[in-house]
C-alpha cells in the first residue's frame, strides 16, 4: 500500500468514528426538541411531553419550595398531572435531584398569588408588582425543608437546577433577570426565604438564551 493510499484510509477512518460526534444535536437543539428530550446532566422525567416551545408564552421563571419529606415532589408532579391547573407548577424537583415535568407546557397552573410584593424588600418590585404572574411565568417546585422550613435544599436539587434553569432560559428566551424567587414578587413565610438562594445562584450563572428566530 502507498503512502498516499494509506494516508487516505487514516483519513476515512477518522471520519467513520468522527462522523456521530458532528451529527449530534446543539444544546440549543436539544433545549428546543419536541417530545422527551434527555438532557446531559439531569435526570428528568416527563409524565407530559414537550410540545413546541414557540407555543408556551414564558417570560419569567418563578422558583417555589414546599415542606415536605423526600417523595413530595414526585406525588406532587402525579397530582398536578391528574389536574393540571391545580395549586402547583409545571416542573418538581425532588430531593435526590429527579426533575419531573408534570403537564403540557402550555398548562397555566394555579401558582403566586398575583405578584402582589411592593415593597422592595429583596427586589426592584417597580418591575414586578403585579406583572410576574401565573400567566407569563413557568414554575419550578423543589420539595424538602422538613421539617424545618429553613432547611436548604440537597445538593443534588441544587445541581439539577443549574442545569434545568439554562434548558428553560435556552427553551424559552428567559434572560437571567428574569428569574425570580417567589418570596421576591408575593409576599411569603416570613420565617425563610422561598427560592431565593435558588434564583440567586441561577441569576449569578449569567447564562444568555441563543436568540430564538420566528419560526423556532
Known amino acids: 500500500m502507498t503512502k498516499r493510499a494509506l494516508a487516505l484510509l487514516m483519513l476515512l477512518f477518522g471520519l467513520a468514528f468522527a462522523a456521530p460526534a458532528l451529527c449530534e444535536p446543539s444544546w440549543s437543539e436539544v433545549a428546543r426538541a419536541s417530545g422527551t428530550p434527555q438532557i446531559p446532566g ?19 421563571i418563578l422558583v417555589h419550595q414546599t415542606e415536605g419529606p423526600p417523595g413530595s ?21 425532588e430531593t ?5 415535568w408534570a403537564v403540557p407546557e402550555t398548562t397555566i397552573t394555579t401558582q403566586g398569588d398575583g405578584g402582589n410584593r411592593n415593597d422592595n424588600k429583596y427586589i426592584d ?10 400567566e407569563n411565568s413557568i414554575g419550578i417546585e423543589f420539595s424538602g ?7 436548604p435544599v ?6 439539577a437546577w443549574l442545569v434545568l434553569v439554562r434548558f428553560l432560559q435556552e427553551r424559552y428566551g ?8 417567589h418570596n421576591w414578587i408575593d409576599f411569603k413565610d ?3 426565604c422561598e427560592g431565593c438562594e435558588l434564583a440567586t445562584l441561577a441569576r449569578k450563572l449569567n447564562y444568555r438564551p441563543m436568540p430564538v428566530s420566528a419560526g423556532r
Open 96 to 100: 435526590d435531584g429527579t426533575v419531573y
Open 154 to 159: 440537597t445538593e443534588a436539587q441544587t445541581a
Open 125 to 134: 418590585n417597580t418591575k414586578t408588582f403585579h406583572a410576574v404572574t401565573k
Open 42 to 60: 439531569l435526570n428528568i422525567v416527563y409524565l407530559a411531553p414537550l410540545g413546541n416551545p414557540a407555543e408556551a408564552k414564558w417570560k419569567n
Open 73 to 93: 415532589a414526585k406525588n406532587g408532579a402525579a397530582e398536578q398531572a391528574k389536574n393540571p391547573t391545580r395549586r402547583g407548577v409545571i416542573v418538581w424537583v
Open 145 to 151: 425543608n422538613y421539617p424545618d422550613v429553613r432547611k
Open 190 to 192: 416570613s420565617r425563610y
Open 174 to 181: 428567559i434572560p437571567p433577570e428574569n428569574i425570580y424567587a
